[in-house]
């Protein structure tokens, strides 16, 4: 099974900083990656997601994530944090059926004026 | 495209009673459809896998004659919480696999008093 690992349940940066996430995967075959944002009492709202290609994969909202198979990593990044981007933040790792998806145990983004 | 709704977005019952909660995909047939279940300040637990026409299967330690799932057409799926009980509440999501990809709706949050 595969497992994914996200660093730090509670992330703190100040408004305009760089916001980073970090996501680790364990899976024998490359996966197919992703990344959501959850508001409270919220669904999941896709911010963007890896399947093949360029490792370097942009989303909404500003923020990007690249895949280093090398390091079985997917980091989130953000060049400058905006107040509207505190939430949760989860990384999730799928089969190439679907059929598996396999979420972190989500990061706390918080966002300090 | 790829749209999955959720009804109701909130419910309050009394403890005993039943609760219906419906996941539809609204702009696609959805073979396979996912329940999770998340609580606070947690990650999501996938709880029962739905394929149309055929019994649920479920995650290990998920009672599945308390939490029964029908998923009768391509684009319905519902999950009944019977004989809720407090313990029971929480917020319940679902997701709808189109391709390789799961579609998420915005979630049930389920009080049980």
């Known amino acids: 099974a595969q497992s994914v690992t996200q660093l730090g349940s509670h992330v703190s940066v100040s408004e305009g900083a760089l916001v980073l996430l970090r996501c680790n995967y364990s899976?024998?075959?490359?996966?197919?990656l992703f990344w959501y944002v959850q508001y409270p009492n919220q669904g999941l709202q896709l911010l963007l997601k890896?399947?093949?290609?360029?490792?370097l994969v942009k989303g909404i909202n500003g923020f990007e994530a690249e895949f280093k198979k090398s390091e079985t990593s997917f980091h989130l990044t953000k060049p400058s944090a905006h107040m509207s981007d505190a939430a949760e933040y989860f990384c999730?790792?799928?089969?190439?059926?679907?059929?598996?998806?396999?979420f972190g145990t989500g990061t706390s983004l918080t966002v300090i004026p | 495209g790829a749209v999955v709704s959720q009804h109701p977005s909130w419910v309050i019952c009394k403890s005993g009673t039943s609760v219906k909660i419906e996941c539809r995909s609204l702009d696609f047939q959805a073979t396979t459809m996912f329940w999770y279940r998340q609580f606070p300040k947690q990650s999501l637990m996938l709880m029962a896998t739905s394929n149309e026409g055929s019994k649920a299967t479920y995650e290990q330690g998920v009672e599945k004659d308390k939490f029964l799932i029908n998923h009768a057409s391509l684009t319905l799926s519902t999950l009944t919480v019977t004989s809720a009980h407090p313990e029971d509440s929480s917020f319940y999501i679902c997701s709808a696999k189109h391709e390789y990809e799961q579609y998420f709706g915005p979630g049930t949050r389920l009080t049980v008093t």
């Open positions: 890896y399947t093949t290609g360029a490792t």
């Open positions: 999730a790792v799928s089969s190439i059926t679907g059929n598996q998806f396999y």
């Open positions: 899976s024998s075959v490359p996966p197919y």
